[in-house]
Nanobody, 124 residues
């Protein structure tokens, strides 16, 4: 069974940066595509980024393109989300997700495993 544990959330001023980490365990890391999503109360979980395991391509939501960077550290079995130039509208609980096999899904139903989430709050 795959387990995902996020860390790195917190409170930051607008324009600041945070780096989220997601530690993967329980299966072969490099056979899973890894995604990031976020959610605010009362709204659906929103796609942020995904790295396709099969070709390494990373897809970003338009709202974060150019500001956020997803990366994978294979030896640490960890995926990171570097978030720069943060805006108040980036405030949300951020989740990492794992999908068995290749693919760059942006829908929540395309992922098999989820972390517990980490809160990111950006003050204006």
């Amino acid at each position: 069974q795959v387990q995902l544990v996020e860390s790195g959330g917190g409170l930051v001023q607008a324009g600041g940066s945070l780096r989220l980490s997601c530690l993967f365990s329980g299966r072969t890391f490099n056979s899973h595509s890894m995604g990031w999503f976020r959610q605010v109360p009362g709204k659906d979980r929103e796609f942020v980024a995904v790295e396709n395991w099969s070709d390494g391509r990373i897809t970003y939501a338009d709202s974060v393109k150019g500001r956020f960077t997803s990366s994978r550290a294979v030896t640490k079995e960890t995926v990171y989300l570097q978030m720069n130039s943060l805006k108040p509208e980036d405030t949300a609980v951020y989740y990492c997700a794992a999908r068995r096999g290749p693919g760059a899904g942006i829908g929540t139903d395309e992922y098999n495993y989820w972390g517990q989430g980490t809160q990111v709050t950006v003050s204006s």
